[in-house]
């Protein structure tokens, strides 16, 4: 039952972990597409039309495979974790189908009208239809995260006659504390990572020479986003969102921090490794009493190290989440460093010819991704050894049938499909990148073919 509990495991790390993928970009990429048609709507410039809908391509490739990929999520509840569908599907089943009725359909009924009708809606109507593809995927953003929220921090239930969960105050459920933080900061990061990905390519058409007014649009606009999102990361998202693991998880904080021993002034850790079975943290760099102060607002405040705890309530990957965390602030706070210098260049009119900045924004592409990835697995590795927190542990939850060898043969199945797809989605957006916001002229053409 151990080794099927790692491998159902696995399996839906996998898919999840692929699929969000796309959501990321789709969300953030939203906010931007309503910035580049109110540009449009204001100023009256074509320039900002056929920005917009460059984008929009982009947006609607990202969105068919985010689709493509999301749907055996919901399959995966039924046949890998059967018996936590049986126990909480009567509180999970409301957001889970509330994102599906209404955003999910929001989103991609006005995405149709979006990408295909702005000669007959006009321009005031296919910003509205940005408008609501934007509200749509946000919505649906904050469904699936109180969904997860409720899973960290289970409120609004009561226990049926059989053990069963059961719903007692919607309310609750939709209006979770932990969830309206966890919301905040996840869209901010997926915010963060459409204004990298945009960012990017407007780099990389400067640094090209080709379609250079767009570059410029581009740059201007994912950076002076990007400035915020970043600095609203950190605080008070981030800031507040470190509170309530704190507050309700405090096990999980101390894996985070790799903190074995309860402390008063208890240190920020920096860089270390630890090592659990000797229970230390090794070569470690900290700033001393900082954990106190951003856990509970005074510099001597007790932080309940891992010792306070029994074992089997420990998270079973301490080293995957210690660094999963350390990963996701590191880049965090690099994102601050780098937008921020990119939008005093900005701001001093330097960035466009400043090639090194221009080099580091477009090698920062896949840093985002790689962010959010390791601040989902933070949440979700934090969590255990429980699928529900204090309701239901993870190998209580798992379909007791499926054997490890059913599950590794879906596994390897999605692991081929998913490769196809991936390569699939980068051909589509290089071929739109390469095409560009606008056919080159008949000079740039030859001049693109002479080299």
Partial sequence: ????????????????????????????????????????????????????????????????????TGIPLEFQFGTNWAEFSRAAGGVIGQTLAMEGVF??????????????????????????????????SWLSGYLIVATDAWMQHPVGYTLGPRGEILLADFWALLLNPWALWQYAHNMTGAVITACFVVAAVGAFYLLSGRYEPYGQTFLRVAVTVGAVATILQLFPTGDAQGQMVARHQPVTLAAMEGLFETQRGAPLVILGQPDVAKRRLDNPLVVPRVL????????????????????????????????????????????????????????RRKLYAFRPMLWVLMLCLPLPYIANTAGWITAEVGRQPWLIHGLLRTQSGVSPLVSAGNVWFTLIGFMGLYVVLGILFLFLVYREIELGPEPLTAAHAAMDAHD
């Fill in 1 to 68: 039952m151990d080794d099927a509990l790692a491998i159902h495991r696995l399996h839906f790390a996998f898919t999840v972990t692929f699929h969000y993928l796309f959501p990321q970009l789709t969300m953030g990429l939203a906010l931007l597409l309503v910035i580049f048609k109110t540009l449009a709507l204001r100023t009256g410039d074509e320039h900002y039309n056929r920005a917009t809908r460059f984008w929009a391509r982009i947006f609607g490739i990202n969105f068919a495979l985010g689709v493509v």
């Fill in 103 to 136: 955003s999910f359909f929001l989103e991609s009924s006005f995405l149709g009208l979006f990408l295909f009708g702005e000669k007959r809606l006009g321009p005031r109507w296919h910003w509205f239809a940005g408008f609501m593809v934007f509200l749509g």
């Fill in 292 to 347: 106190s102060f951003l856990s509970y607002r005074r510099w001597a405040a007790e932080v309940q190290g891992l010792d306070h705890f029994p074992e089997q309530d420990w998270p079973d990957k301490i080293p995957l989440l210690y660094y999963s965390y350390h990963v996701m602030v590191g880049l965090g706070t690099m994102f601050i460093a780098v937008m921020l210098t990119a939008a005093v260049l900005l701001w």
